[in-house]
């Protein structure tokens, strides 16, 4: 299978680079950039050096859908909304890792990205990518949008617990922790080393965009409408996601229930892992224990002086948050193995 | 006037010495440590390397109340209530930085220490020693105990919103983020640097022993229970606390007013900084902005979205945490300047 | 084929149980720890949770050699050459990743490590793990020593200049830089994270044990007594080493001189990375793009203001450094593809 | 005293008026920024937050020397030469930081600046402001330049040695490790946190500008021609140099001599400590120990395996590598204690 990355300088194409050249299954034969077209691709990846002598190549839809039967767009928002549309047309698949295709209400767009999106239809046939939750409609879609890297993460430690009816939807709180690479590749003074080393910083403690698709996708899982608290802060590593969920129990619930909830949604998911521990450094979920690797690490702890139930996840924010469940997509639209190009075992410590 | 510290070779007492050697009204006459006894003490605090001469001495209470006047007590958690209250009877003004003396119900150490207190008419004496909420009580103390780090943040967090009776006082949530000072000077697995540099380790998701300082201060504030859901995550980084305050408002209210409800309780505070600001890198606090100082700074957001009231408020554990109020507070018990020893401005970037 | 790790608890143990795991051509057969004895694999390496429900047995060599083919040792300097010795008589195949069967002379053990060789008969059967040196000799090897991890950096940088005589062999300084897991999984206050964390610490300015390797090997290929200056810093970091070889040249050369020099000696070496580019980031050697790989990355600059040679070398120390490089070894005595089990990217940034 | 920072904006503007602010004899009267005019400069140095009211203003040479006695001057290399020298004739002091009167010869500048000095005349008057070496001239001055920061810890490091005429002077390696904020407060992909966490990028092998100055004053120091192989690396951390000295002696010496040496040198320097400890974690300098202080400690070791003298010295790049030498500068030019507004002590752990 020919594969292509369209947006292949960022952070995000260049996972997908990584994870796509050693896929038994593919060949990339096209990764673009308007900025460095015609330089090795390892003049930017430097981790890519000596795999392979592809070059980049302009960002031309039309050239490069000639060129690859799946193509993975990692555009800014906002931007592959203007050709995917009429891309389409042309039969070619795409795993979309922007914004543009993950909400299915037109308004959200205005609300959440202050932009009135131009192809509703297209929005219908959108599949959103996360497999947990979509993984028939993913096998037949054309065009798949990956989740966002905090919404992968906090979408999937709460599915369970929003479908069973257990907590207070009104009053969930998402608290999460992010690295320096979710902020992408383009250098700024927030990203600046000197200035985002032993930060902790709540670059966003409200109104984050990913609320939007977190509350899409729980309040079709409860039948509700779900209301995400949200805050985002930043902090001294370069990969992982964090999200710490303060849920309020509507009744007590204990330990085994949440555990039977939780396997029953997740049974036989690959890259789900369940980590509550009764001892080890590690018996709660941590991003340093999946860095580069496709695992959501959920665990959860029950806190009955508040009538609170805490569930944490964590995520590498590049992988199972964007280039990881994009690969995840690709095989199961092609109906392969799922774990194909992603069975990576992440070195400790690191 | 002549000021000793008991237990002075942890990172608490490394951060007294520090501050008390350069206090312009008081001499360090007695430095204990059981295990370093003999030894000098830029040994063991290699910043102080070049600035003292003083050497530790054993840790014997009786030997240290003839050497001074004022008693700085960094003992771990169980320690000093064995010997402070005989010592008390001695007339020493004693400033405790361990928990044996900040909660008022002896039966709050049986539920969240796990420990009966051994002298609940102490207990009654103690002061709870954060300026900003018992100033006129710390004036005529004798024995003063300075609040947990975490608590200190918290509370100073979110005192005013609670007196205003503006929030749900039964779904506070209280994420914080620790520095690995934190975990004091002994090594082990969970502070090797290895285990955890990248690190995003919720160690206690839940039953943090400082929910009962905080719940106890805030209580009071209010006149009725308020219940704190409290979670404890460790970051890479040394110094610092970040509190995330979710709330949940009784009624709407406007930025305007949450401003005048916090500048009221904390007009002419010396180190309480609002940061909340239009614009620039750090217009919300973040721990890195006061390393070394005793400021807490504090800022909110309020999320009409989900009727929510964030308020962050960021210190430096050793300092507005520990050793630094432990100064303010003996400089009120002295009646001097507060901002005695306690005006060095935070290095940037650091 | 069979493969045991003895000493399986520390990080080069982990690290081998992690390649050995998802190698296609072995089976782990036994991992021992005796601290550990009886507990899951993962508990001790959390990124190998749901991997394998191996545990840990005790470390007894008879017992061990009966379960495996090939047997990896990485027990702490001077624990191996008590057992190994016997041990070879039952044929196995034993790869040594201590320093106890790494030096040739019996002297030298005393000069640089304290103690004398109970066994100078097996040290002459014992064959220098570095496989592009002694690749030969390896394929025929039933003991193999594998490197230190600083001597591997400093003797691949270094080798082809020294056996082209272009440099003065007696002041060659060797300048490395260290990651914090090279002192291993034992916590103390040297590697506390609040002692470790943004340090350049000069740990082992002259006098380091490395330095009989790295002068054994180079004096091998010119034929005389080389000469090593090092110096040990550790550095905030995790994993990877950075030397930096400062070299006096005999007389000028130009950059393609240096060039052909080197790849000379590397052609065709699967794990050698020349990087010096004319732009780009990353034109020199970084330790941070080969977290988790098996490259030597090598570069170099010609400063001809001073007569000098600089040479880079970097590697991830417990990859190439350690069980990247033993694992190396056993795809050579098993005639296997030498990247077997090697063949993971670097995911960057990270 | 009136004193004025022309180019307050960046990483030295900063730590100036940090200093300034709090400096018991000056008054901050003027604070330039372009970028920044009528801006608070809380917003931009953020630890200042609360400390002044004062905002920049237009980087207007001549009104600027209206409004103070002295000015320190913190602009980009190839700025402050087009206007010192006619803003000399106004009487003002100036203690530029930048490095455009740091070199004696004019063809230094041709040679490793790359641009012809337009003001010869002004250099001789300049007086090279590192007080250890200088301090009658710097007494005397009108124009001081404040040596380059990692000059000022190479040329601390070896002044005293190169003075005694032990070492070979033709073989002076210095291998340099340097924090982020050296790299000034620009943003750029090389100081991005995802590029810059974790790296040891050795980004100047050779060629680095200052050597010129580190060459200039030791050869002063022993009348002939000192050769310099410099080599800087960058580090994961924010603030501080580690120079790491390797020099070969040209007979052999004891540690008692090499410390004669060096007491003899320095003896009654305020910001000089010596750091060789027989035991302690840092037993030798480390520049975590001297962040936001003005010291500069220096240690060493000899190693007579290779007839090395290995000499480490240690320093706050912003502070001795910079504004803290500036300060320390006006205090000697104005006769005030050196140590007026540098006597900070380093918070630790940091």
């Keep these: 299978m020919r594969v292509g990355v369209f947006g292949a300088s960022g952070y995000v194409g260049g996972e997908l680079l990584r994870l796509l050249l050693s896929h038994p299954k593919v060949e990339v034969t096209a990764a673009t950039s308007n900025t460095y077209a015609g330089e090795y691709i390892y003049r930017v990846h430097p981790n890519l050096r000596g795999q392979?002598?592809?070059?980049?190549?302009?960002?031309?839809?039309?050239?490069?859908?000639?060129?690859?039967?799946?193509?993975?767009?990692?555009?800014?928002?906002?931007?592959?909304?203007?050709?995917?549309?009429?891309?389409?047309?042309?039969?070619i698949k795409i795993i979309d890792l922007s914004a543009d295709f993950r909400l299915k209400n037109p308004k959200d767009y205005e609300k959440w990205y202050g932009w009135s999106h131009n192809s509703p239809e297209t929005l219908e046939k959108s599949v959103y990518g996360l497999p947990e939750l979509h993984?028939?409609?993913?096998?037949?879609?054309?065009?798949?949008?990956?989740?966002?890297?905090?919404?992968?993460?906090?979408?999937?430690?709460?599915a369970p617990i929003v479908k069973s009816?257990?907590?207070?939807?009104?009053?969930?709180?998402?608290?999460?922790?992010?690295?320096?690479?979710?902020?992408?590749?383009?250098?700024?003074?927030?990203?600046?080393?000197a200035e985002h080393y032993s930060i902790v910083r709540p670059y966003k403690p409200i109104g984050h965009r990913h609320t939007a698709e977190i509350e899409q996708e729980l309040s079709l899982l409860c039948n509700r409408?779900?209301?995400?608290?949200?805050s985002a802060h930043a902090v001294n590593?370069?990969?992982?996601?964090?999200?710490?969920?303060?849920?309020?129990?509507?009744?007590?619930v204990t330990s085994a229930e949440v555990w039977r909830i939780y396997r029953e949604l997740y049974s036989g998911e690959p890259f789900i892992r369940f980590v509550r521990d009764v001892k080890g450094l590690y018996k709660y979920p941590d991003p340093k224990i999946v860095v580069g690797s496709n695992y959501c690490?959920?665990?959860?702890?029950?806190?009955?002086?508040?009538?609170?139930?805490v569930i944490l996840s964590a995520i590498d924010n590049l992988m199972k948050g964007a280039a990881g469940t994009?690969?995840?997509?690709?095989?199961?639209?092609?109906?392969?193995?799922?774990?194909?190009?992603?069975?990576?075992?992440t070195p400790h410590p690191i």
């Excluded at 960002?59 to 203007?82: M, N, Q, R, W, Y």
């Excluded at 037949?140 to 905090?150: E, H, S, T």
């Excluded at 590593?237 to 007590?252: A, D, K, Q, Y």
């Design 237 to 252: 590593m370069v990969r992982g996601i964090l999200s710490t969920c303060h849920t309020f129990l509507n009744e007590p």
């Design 52 to 91: 392979t002598t592809l070059r980049f190549i302009k960002s031309d839809p039309e050239k490069v859908s000639s060129l690859c039967d799946i193509l993975f767009v990692a555009t800014p928002h906002g931007v592959s909304s203007k050709f995917i549309p009429s891309l389409l047309e042309t039969g």
């Design 297 to 309: 690490d959920i665990g959860f702890e029950l806190d009955e002086h508040a009538g609170r139930l």
């Design 165 to 193: 009816g257990k907590i207070d939807v009104d009053k969930i709180v998402i608290d999460f922790k992010v690295g320096s690479s979710g902020a992408g590749v383009k250098p700024s003074i927030s990203t600046h080393h």
């Design 135 to 158: 993984r028939e409609e993913i096998k037949k879609a054309q065009l798949v949008a990956v989740p966002g890297c905090m919404a992968a993460a906090g979408i999937l430690a709460l």
């Design 225 to 230: 409408r779900v209301v995400i608290s949200m």
């Design 326 to 345: 994009a690969v995840q997509d690709m095989n199961i639209m092609c109906n392969w193995d799922e774990r194909e190009g992603l069975r990576y075992l």
